[in-house]
């Protein structure tokens, strides 16, 4: 008999939820009942999908704008949540971004901008965050990538940086696992959100709806995740159909 967990009542902490998966992700998880902290650098953004979730679910929302790069500010978010309902069960480490491509021109800034966002990020929040989730054998979750697991000629260091985030997570829940803590990693492939935008073309501009995933599909998963108990899902790939053919 397969066993889950209800996630009404949880405390939660979404990153990179102004937009896309994140958004998403806060969405999937107030309709479920949990308590959502939402973190991201755009404070106005954070405010309208605060104000939406109220709305439509009722939902018991915790706005903390915060710059995942900065060691602090990723310490307070997790500070500010715990304070605020009493613990946590669950931290969705979604944040990330892409810049440059080809590593002889990739200009060191935005180098660093990869690393101390993509890594970085997911380093502060997590070991912020793993005292709590021992405490309620809670569940951590990472938004990996198509590109942490196989060769992406197109921009090594994001996919290095993606490589990095599953290497981290597998360790992390070997160590942990004995504290009763669950961690799993999704990985997309291509998904109709604002990522691509430095390159000049969103996914969501350059695929139609149904070429591609879409955000509220990733949220699914982490939501999947999430209710897993007292079994863990290590890893949910969701792919494009097609996205093995070019191989």
């Known amino acids: 008999m397969v066993s889950t967990q209800s996630i009404e009542g949880q405390a939660t902490i979404v990153t990179g939820a102004s937009a896309g998966i994140g958004q998403a992700t806060a969405h999937a998880l107030a309709r479920e009942g949990a308590r959502v902290a939402i973190a991201a650098r755009r404070r106005e953004r954070l405010a309208d999908l605060a104000e939406t979730l109220r709305t439509e679910y009722d939902a018991e929302v915790l ?6 790069r900065d060691e602090s500010s990723a310490e307070a978010l997790v500070e500010t949540t715990v304070e605020e309902f009493g613990g946590l069960d669950l931290l969705v480490n979604n944040a990330g971004l892409a810049r440059g491509g080809d590593v002889a021109d990739l200009p060191t800034e935005d180098y660093r901008t990869m690393m101390e966002t993509n890594v970085d990020g997911c380093f502060f929040t997590s070991r912020a965050a793993l005292p709590s989730l021992i405490d309620a054998s809670g569940t951590l979750v990472f938004v990996g990538s198509f590109a942490g697991q196989y060769p992406r000629p197109s921009n090594p260091v994001y996919a290095a940086s993606k490589w990095w985030v ?5 360790s992390l829940s070997a160590q942990v696992g004995d504290e009763d803590v669950a961690v799993t990693v999704v990985n997309p492939t291509e998904v109709r959100t604002e990522f691509g935008a430095a390159y000049g073309e969103t996914f969501a501009e350059r695929f139609e709806e149904g070429e591609v995933s879409e955000p509220e599909e990733i949220a ?13 899902a290590s890893e949910i790939d969701i792919y494009r159909r097609d996205k093995f053919t070019g191989f």
């Open 166 to 170: 599953r290497g981290f997570a597998k």
């Open 220 to 232: 699914e998963a982490v939501v999947f995740a999430a209710r897993q108990h007292p079994s863990m």
């Open 63 to 68: 706005v903390v704008p915060t710059d995942l």
